[in-house]
């Protein structure tokens, strides 16, 4: 019974971990699919490697059954020859192994000297800013224009996107790109995240204190799932994002859109929200740009969460885990956001139901 039990639970193995890679379905993290030149250099080169690899796991293996095989027990009484060293096969062993090495080296060196290179002023510049457990994107220069994304980052097919990338505080203020983060301050005592889009680049870490480069491009127009690759707390599973690809026209059509200030809300359920976007301290760590409270004219400026200026427009929120189009996962993450996401820094206000579809109906005005 025991031995048929160890035979099947082998059989398991030896199949089940080939079939587990054969998927069917197109793959949207797949690294072996590149979707641009930057994860086009780095797959060129893992094939490279992997096939030389496996010519040398077949070797390996071919030479460790002839010598099972070959040179096993025969039952005689005769010793076999004992020798001490072979000098000829010691060189082999030892220069086969470096030459190969120094193979690798080459092309591996190489593309990630290119892949290090400035990638110009045609390319976008955008900020990324990883938190926990969310990313912040802002775009960067006069063609940026300041604005502030969270969990979706757009951008232009056959033009590279160059990130500039930071680990900040997660309950501190953002100071914004021109005051570079320093080891020890609150701003920057982040946690180590990476940065991955399988199939639009390779893994970058975010470090707190350092500024971290990555040329992104994507060829075709689509939506490429991202994720943190680096285990940074409870909800590092929940912290997604979607870098969004759009034809070139499209895309300055979308930047434009992002430029436009949050309207008032003219709804009577919508504007209770607004009030209460205030008087529930929302406004405390959340920026909705052209945000005036009907009390006291209150700008909502901190940069703490993400920036909720057009959260209407987006597909994801909370990292990147729930649908904005669902309002009851809208409404059960203003209710207790600690159960729904584990670890997340958003509190529990203790909103009533009433308050809860009230909070909702405002922030489904910014579009």
Not at 15 to 34: D, F, K, R, T, W
Not at 144 to 157: R, S, Y
Not at 238 to 253: L, W, Y
């Amino acid at each position: 019974m025991r031995a048929a039990r160890r035979r099947w639970s082998a059989w398991t193995i030896v199949l089940g971990v080939p079939i587990a890679g054969c998927g069917v379905q197109e793959l949207p993290q797949s690294a072996l699919n590149p979707a641009g030149p930057v994860a086009q250099s780095q797959d060129q080169l893992w094939d490279l490697v992997f096939w030389i690899a496996v010519v040398v796991f077949v070797i390996v293996q071919a030479l460790i059954l002839i010598a099972v095989f070959r040179f096993r027990d025969k039952g005689g009484d005769e010793i076999p020859k004992q020798v001490a060293g072979n000098t000829r096969l010691e060189l082999l062993w030892t220069i086969i192994p470096a030459l190969i090495l120094v193979g690798i080296a080459v092309p591996t060196v190489r593309t990630i000297f290119e892949l290090a290179e400035d990638p110009g002023e045609e390319a976008l510049d955008v900020r990324v800013v990883g938190k926990q457990y969310w990313w912040a994107f802002e775009y960067l220069g006069d063609e940026g224009q300041g604005v502030i994304t969270a969990n979706e980052l757009h951008i232009p097919t056959d033009r590279p996107v160059a990130l500039n990338m930071q680990s900040l505080s997660a309950t501190q203020p953002d100071p914004g790109f021109d005051q570079e983060p320093q080891v020890g301050q609150p701003v920057s005592n982040g946690v180590i995240h990476s940065f991955w889009v399988p199939r639009l680049a390779g893994k970058q870490d975010v470090v707190p204190g350092h500024t971290r480069p990555l040329t992104i491009q994507a060829d075709e127009p689509g939506t490429y799932p991202g994720q943190c690759a680096e285990f940074c707390g409870l909800s590092h599973a929940r912290m997604r994002f979607e870098v969004i690809a759009h034809e070139p026209d499209e895309f300055e059509a979308w930047l434009a859109s992002q430029t436009e200030p949050a309207e008032p809300a003219t709804d009577a359920l919508a504007a209770e929200g607004q009030e209460l976007f205030e008087s529930q301290t929302c406004i405390n760590c959340h920026a909705i740009d052209g945000y005036e409270s009907a009390a006291g004219g209150a700008a909502a400026e901190v940069r703490i969460g993400p920036n909720l200026t057009h959260f209407a427009s987006r597909n994801k929120f909370a990292g990147g885990i729930f649908d904005v189009d669902d309002p009851e996962q809208l409404a059960a993450w203003l209710r207790n956001p600690q159960e729904v996401k584990p670890g997340s820094q958003m509190p529990n206000l203790g909103l009533s139901d009433e308050q809860i579809d009230a909070l909702s109906a405002y922030l489904y005005t910014l579009e």
